[in-house]
């Protein structure tokens, strides 16, 4: 086993610390067909270039300075991390696996990360890296650019770090303040933990981030030429490490095409000029039927939470039992099966495609189960037998699903004695009435996520950026505290559901369904599988092209 | 004549100062500015939001910044676009030439359509011929460019497999290669114009056709060829030629639509994007050279008709 990881029983804070890696250790080749090809799988081919579409230039090609996909679009080919998600079907259970670090270790106490990188791991050929080798000082330097202030935009993210050790060549030790649960994701997260090397940000000096040329990391493709407004070119790095797979990364090209319009990306998929793209729904049929073989991938889950907040400070949605009536008085079911023609699952408290953390299905059906008898009894026990009018706030310029369910709601509601009116704003004025707490009911996106504490901590806790409903419960005030300092996965996740089950009980929020999207992908395009939950994983590095 | 030319260059300067001047303050109506659009994320502490706006010289008041622009405009600087940090001189200089190629393009296609059309429908009036050709430019006029626009990169790709190439290549680079890709979106472009010019040029030839002085050249005994063209258009064309100015406004208006839909990197698409990101520098730059190609191209057309009929003239 590659993987060294070391497992300690944590003193005074009680932590019991097993795999840090929590979901089990990383050479699990069955589960992921990242890596050699197994008997019955074809040979794998070498060589041609991958062509997909992106919607416009990135804003800038400093690294760390940005989390638009336009621009990880671009780091996570040029770019390494300490570690990385694993590759392949089950992409929600976002397995953490080596890259940069062959192993890891973390102190009894759960304070001290240390990570044991590879030996010869190489820069880019180019300058002004010119190929040297990677070591321990350059993942000092890169996170402390990455917690320092700007160009940084992730400050707030890593301030859990209290600082860094360059142990030897090849060990570096992360001091923390505290415990996290969240440290692994944050030494994984593809929007940001990219390694850089300072002879790099020193060479270009003021020209870092302005050029392609800034794209110099230890990635598996190396930036070759860009095309403003045309497209982005990648070729394959002959010095890569691998990423654990060896032969990687299989194409000798990537190309980033620069294509602003949907039905460009749709006329550009038929006829074969981009190897993949996501489908809109729309046009699922007609992909269909005119690319023969094409593979169609549906991704049953993804890492949003969607519904409606409820304000708890206003009134009737102070009293506890006016929001259970809410919960039960909405069917998921008949959204999934009306509006979404079946292509949809129910959703609960953390989003359904974080399989490791979402609850299942069946214990979500329950909890949120259809019951207007209930809700009206509910209503009544509240003191508004006779129901109440209300408005649903919903943004207009934003996801038309998010209206289309509103509707749902509306019709559900009122059936139960709830009479609410769906209240259109446009985005930029109905988020800031939500942050200033000027609303009672929201209907949107409400957190984007892959770690429990981006929903739990920022969405559900006093003080958290994100916890528009003003919920402030003592249980889950506490819950949310523990689960944040343990590192043991399989203990936290027993807190996390909790916590889902007490969400589910004092209701801050009445989740909706979630709709399936859909990637498409040439026949001859192997060992796909599309970013569903927005890990920013360089799915390009693993793709082969049987042509 | 020369004062008059000189009068109206005089006046294009207010004229484009106008035209930014409503483009920047209907660009700080709508909600939103560059520095949300590049974050983009909710957790990005203001104090980085405040440090990017104060880096960008957004912080000041809306006069200030509005001041600055036109103060280094005057001294031939059009600053550095918001989003990308480029100057938008090089921007622009990069993709003028795309432009400049999709609006001749369009401009010959409805030319070449229009005017042979016109003239048969004129010259065969009532004719199954006319009827063809004021069904085709009515149909033309009614149908939305970026609708067909769309209709023509979509069709081809469901039905044989085929779309116009989606990565724009120079034409210098590769002729045929860009030829497959400008030539669909100028088709698409040119529709409507050449609907509108087609049919100004039937009506006024009909009208010239009945003028005493081409009786007088069909008296003569003149081949048809030498009465429609040398004696009719030349006298049709005038208002036909106003048309043209003014559907160059059609045709630089459609280059935003036609450019994104097609991929082609030129003016019109960095306006949709510098729309979309809230960059108002580059905004302001791209609409100041719309415009100003639009003023110039009204005084050439005006200039025109002293050529075309000496009859008037300039004070």
């Known amino acids: ?547 | 004549m020369r004062e008059y030319i000189i009068r109206r260059v005089l006046l294009m300067f207010p004229t484009l100062f106008g035209v930014t001047l409503a483009v920047f303050i209907l660009m700080h109506l709508a909600p939103g500015d560059v520095v949300m659009a590049k974050l983009s994320e909710d957790y990005v502490t203001q104090e980085h939001i405040d440090r990017m706006r104060a880096e960008l010289g957004l912080d000041k008041p809306l006069y200030e910044q509005y001041l600055f622009w036109v103060t280094n405009v005057l001294r031939g600087d059009l600053g550095t676009s918001l989003w990308s940090a480029t100057p938008v001189r090089d921007e622009l200089a990069r993709r003028i030439p795309v432009s400049a190629e999709l609006a001749i393009l369009s401009m010959a296609v409805s030319i070449a359509i229009a005017l042979p059309l016109g003239v048969l429908s004129a010259i065969r009036q009532d004719t199954v011929a006319d009827y063809v050709g004021r069904f085709l430019s009515i149909s033309a006029l009614s149908a939305p460019n970026f609708w067909l626009g769309t209709l023509i990169l979509v069709l081809p790709a469901i039905w044989f497999g085929w779309a116009p190439p989606v990565r724009y290549v120079p034409l210098t680079q590769d002729p045929w290669m860009n030829l497959q890709q400008v030539l669909p979106a100028a088709l698409a472009l040119g529709a409507h114009s050449s609907a509108v010019v087609m049919r100004m040029s039937r009506s006024t030839l009909l009208e010239v056709l009945r003028q005493d002085y081409v009786r007088t050249a069909w008296a003569k005994g003149l081949s048809e060829r030498v009465v429609v063209v040398r004696h009719a258009l030349k006298n049709a064309l005038i208002p036909v030629i106003t048309i043209w100015g003014s559907q160059l406004s059609h045709l630089l208006g459609g280059t935003v639509v036609m450019e994104t839909i097609f991929s082609l990197p030129g003016v019109g698409l960095a306006t949709f994007q510098a729309i979309e990101r809230r960059d108002f520098v580059q905004l302001q730059g791209n609409v100041l050279f719309i415009a100003g190609v639009f003023v110039v191209m009204n005084l050439l057309v005006d200039l025109t008709y002293s050529w075309l009929d000496p009859r008037i003239r300039y004070r």
């Open chain 1, 1 to 547: 086993m590659r993987l060294l990881q070391t497992g300690f029983v944590a003193g005074a804070l009680g932590l019991l610390l097993v795999m840090v890696a929590g979901c089990g250790p990383a050479a699990q080749p069955a589960a992921s067909p990242e890596g050699q090809p197994s008997a019955q799988a074809p040979q794998i081919k070498r060589g041609g270039a991958i062509r997909y579409a992106q919607n416009g230039d990135p804003p800038t090609f400093d690294v760390h300075a940005s989390s638009l996909g336009i621009l990880t679009n671009q780091t996570r080919a040029t770019h390494s991390r300490l570690t990385r998600y694993d590759y392949g079907k089950e992409r929600g259970s976002l397995l953490v696996v080596p890259d940069l670090a062959e192993r890891w270790e973390v102190s009894p106490d759960a304070k001290t990360w240390t990570f044991y990188l590879r030996k010869g791991v190489k820069f880019h050929n180019v300058a002004p890296a010119n190929g040297r080798e990677l070591v321990a000082e350059d993942i000092k330097y890169s996170f402390d650019r990455i917690r320092g202030p700007a160009p940084s935009i992730w400050t707030g993210q890593y301030s859990f770090i209290e600082s860094i050790e360059v142990a030897d060549k090849y060990t570096v030790r992360f001091q923390l303040k505290q415990p996290s649960a969240s440290a692994l994701y944050r030494f994984t997260d593809g929007e940001a933990a990219w390694i850089v090397g300072r002879d790099v940000l020193e060479g270009l000096a003021a020209n870092y981030g302005k050029t392609h040329k800034s794209l110099v990391g230890t990635g598996p493709f190396m930036a070759d030429a860009y095309d403003r407004g045309v497209a982005l070119k990648y070729k394959r790095n002959p010095d890569f490490f691998g990423s654990g797979v060896s032969g990687t990364p299989y194409v000798d090209e990537v190309e980033v095409l620069i294509i602003n319009d949907a039905a460009a990306r749709l006329a550009a998929f038929l006829s074969k000029q981009i190897d993949y793209f996501s489908v809109p729904l729309a046009d699922l049929e007609r992909v269909k039927s005119s690319v023969p073989g094409g593979q169609i991938i549906e991704n049953k889950g993804t890492n949003t939470l969607s519904g409606v907040v409820v304000n708890v400070s206003k009134p009737p949605f102070d009293n506890v039992k006016v929001r259970q009536a809410l919960k039960h008085g909405v069917n998921q079911q008949r959204i999934i099966d009306d509006l979404f023609k079946g292509a949809g699952s129910w959703n609960g408290f953390m989003p359904g495609g974080l399989s490791s953390w979402a609850m299942p299905q069946e214990e979500v059906k329950q909890l949120y189960r259809h019951d207007p008898e209930k809700a009206k009894q509910l209503l009544a026990e509240a003191g508004y037998s006779g129901g109440f009018k209300g408005d649903l706030l919903v943004f207009s310029q934003y996801s038309q699903v998010y209206i289309d369910v509103a509707e749902f709601l509306v019709a559900d509601l009122k059936k139960v004695g709830i009479d609410l009116a769906v209240k259109l704003e446009p985005v930029a004025a109905g988020r800031k009435a939500v942050e200033e707490g000027n609303f009672a009911l929201n209907n949107s996106a409400q957190i984007t996520g892959l770690e429990p504490d981006e929903f739990v901590k920022d969405g559900l806790v006093p003080g958290g950026s994100r916890n528009f409903g003003r919920l402030n419960d003592s249980k889950i005030n506490d819950l949310a505290a523990r689960q944040s300092v343990l590192v043991d996965a399989k203990e936290r996740r027993k807190i996390v559901d909790e916590i889902a089950r007490q969400v589910a009980e004092v209701v801050p929020f009445v989740p909706i369904p979630n709709q399936w999207s859909y990637n498409a992908a040439q026949p001859y395009v192997k060992n796909y599988f599309p970013d569903n939950v927005a890990t920013d994983e360089p799915i390009e590095t693993f793709i082969w092209l049987d042509k």
